[in-house]
């Protein structure tokens, strides 16, 4: 056989349905490893010197979104609400932010997954983010796009981007 459907490749090809929690749901351990993630990459990697973790973390409507496998979190992301449309937002006031990747999980496509999952259940409504430069392909492939001109963000060049309220993009998966 040899392919991917191999059962024995079967069991340890990682289950990639997003995981879904509040600041009230997760557990101390679920937090501890996306905090070690999101500063294993935005402090150690892109060597960013702004505060990762903020009180946005703690907010109640704040979303935290992951894949994991045997390793911990491979991809992570956060939705925020804001209470009113913030200045560079358009109309939207749910926020995505601090996509991640796991360095050895990058490629795979995992980003969009948590993407298409999060316009799976909040399309309908207008949504906003800021985007490294670089990564820009990847939101616009799932409906996001640029306004404005490119800005530094925490020494990163950055794009902001927004995606009216409408359903899924044709061709996500639905989840």
């Keep these: 056989m040899g392919g991917w459907l191999d059962p ?12 879904q929690r509040t600041w009230s749901e997760l557990t101390r351990d679920e937090f501890f490893e996306l905090a070690r993630l999101r500063t294993e990459v935005f ?7 702004e505060p990762e973790l903020d009180d946005r973390d703690r907010d109640e409507t704040t979303e935290h979104v992951w894949i994991a496998d045997s390793e911990g979190p491979a991809s992570y992301l956060r939705v ?5 449309v913030q200045p560079g937002n358009q109309d939207a006031r749910r926020l995505i932010g601090r996509v991640v990747t796991r360095a050895d999980r990058r490629g795979e496509g995992l980003s969009r997954r948590l993407l ?3 316009i799976q259940q909040h399309g309908h409504e207008p949504m906003a983010l800021h985007s490294q ?3 820009q392909p990847l939101y616009a492939a799932v409906g996001f796009e640029t306004f404005g001109d490119e800005y530094v963000e925490a020494g990163i060049p950055h794009l902001s981007m927004y995606r009216a309220g409408r359903g899924p993009e044709r061709g996500a998966a639905p989840h």
């Design 133 to 135: 430069s670089y990564i």
């Design 43 to 49: 402090f150690l990697e892109q060597r960013i010197d």
């Design 8 to 19: 024995i490749k079967l069991a340890i090809v990682p289950d990639s349905s997003p995981i």
């Design 116 to 118: 298409e999952h999060v």
């Design 80 to 84: 925020i609400v804001d209470k009113t």
